[in-house]
Nanobody, 113 residues
Framework: QAEVVESGGGLVQPGGSLNLSCAIS?????????AAWYRQGPGDQRLLVAH???????DYADFAEGRFTISRDVAKDAVYLQMNNLQTRDTAVYYC??????WGRGTQVTVSS
């Protein structure tokens, strides 16, 4: 089992930045497990944003490439998503996922002027 808790969402103006955090409990050594950020906008399907694999390799959706950065702190059992140059289309609930099974409840990101 793992408990996943996201934080760091909020309201930001277009062009702004946010850094989302995902705290993972349940003895999950992130060097042995995959983690990812997904998002779900109003009326949309849940989409993969960025993935960080157990070996440290990262992968991004096209819309995130160059603007978003996924990272992890193994000692803190945490995964982060740094989001820069946010646009209104990035408005969504952002979810953290571990091992394709464990989900948090999400954190709302709203980009609006």
């Amino acid at each position: 089992q793992a408990e996943v808790v996201e934080s760091g969402g909020g309201l930001v103006q277009p062009g702004g930045s946010l850094n989302l955090s995902c705290a993972i409990s349940g003895n999950r050594d992130l060097k042995l497990h995959d983690a990812a950020w997904y998002r779900q906008g109003p009326g949309d399907q849940r989409l993969l944003v960025a993935h960080i694999f157990s070996g440290g390799h990262t992968d991004y959706a096209d819309f995130a490439e160059g603007r978003f950065t996924i990272s992890r702190d193994v000692a803190k059992d945490a995964v982060y998503l740094q989001m820069n140059n946010l646009q209104t289309r990035d408005t969504a609930v952002y979810y953290c996922n571990v091992d394709y099974v464990f989900w948090g409840r999400g954190t709302q990101v709203t980009v609006s002027s």
